[in-house]
Structures are given as structure tokens and as C-alpha cells.
């Protein structure tokens, strides 16, 4: 293991993050998008992101190797929802182990301190024993699964939601 940086996303961030991303959409049921995103799409999805308030983004890179994300946003649209946020978290295969994710979450959750944010949630693809266990250190528990809710890879797969109060 060598040392990582975790830092607050910026612009250049974006090409490197949609590289990350479409990896897990082309290889991984972990997400359930089935077509990888351009990078142009990449940026807009990337301006929901401001480095106050409940949306953040941060990045973790290790040397020139970008190597994980983890954010919250949106959980739903409507308007009773907005202290409600969803989050996310993806770690360059290969690097599982290694404290990225810990450091990805530490990182987001700390800049959620403060803010108007009443609970996370996340969506773990089932199953995935990895994930579990990093949101269970985190303080998530398991609240529910949509079973067979998507189909991806020719099988259809389920989703444990996670909780977590803030």
C-alpha cells in the first residue's frame, strides 16, 4: 500500500472519475447503468457538486493514479426530501482493502458536519460483502431490499437500502 490523497473534486477530476465510473458500468452490477457516460455528460452531472451545503464530491488519488470517489446527492426531487441524501462511493478495482473508502467516507461525512442533513442512504447492489461492511463502520443499517429490482448482465439483481442518521 502506498499513500493516497482525499481531496474536495475539481474539474480536471471529471475524465478520471467518468474512467472509474464506466469501468463498474461495463464489468459490475455494483451500478445499474448499462451504457458508459461521456465525459461531457460526466460534467454535468458533476455541477450538482458545490464544496458547501449537503452535495459534495471528493476524490482520492494516489500519485498520477486516480483511484476512488464518494459523494452525496439528491435522494429524491421533491422538495421534502432536500435534507435527505443519497450517497455514493467507488474505489479503483484492485485497491479494495487498502483504506481508500474509509478515507473517501471519513472525508464526506466530516464535511457533512453542520449542514442541514437529517439522514444518508445508500443503495448497496446485492451482494456485495464489501460495501456492507464499510457502511455498517459508518454507522448505515440495513432498513430494507428491493428485490429484483433492476436487470443487468442477462440476471436481475437486488438492492439493500441502507440508513444512516445524521
Known sequence: MSAFEVRPACERDVAPLNSLYNHYVETSPATFDIRPSTVEQRRVWFRQFAETG???????????????????????????????????????????GEGIGRALY?????S????????????ITEPNEASEALHRRFGFEPIGTFE??????????????WQKRL
Open 106 to 110: 471519513t472525508a464526506l461525512f466530516d
Open 148 to 161: 429484483e429490482v433492476g436487470r443487468k448482465e442477462g440476471r436481475y439483481w437486488s438492492v439493500g437500502w
Open 54 to 96: 449537503r452535495h459534495r464530491l471528493f476524490v482520492a488519488w494516489r500519485g498520477a493514479a486516480f483511484v476512488g470517489y464518494s459523494c452525496s446527492h439528491a435522494f429524491r426531487a421533491k422538495d421534502a426530501y432536500e435534507t435527505s441524501v443519497e450517497t455514493t462511493i467507488y474505489v479503483a478495482a484492485g485497491c479494495g
Open 112 to 123: 457533512l458536519v453542520g449542514e442541514d442533513v437529517h439522514r444518508a442512504y445508500a443503495g
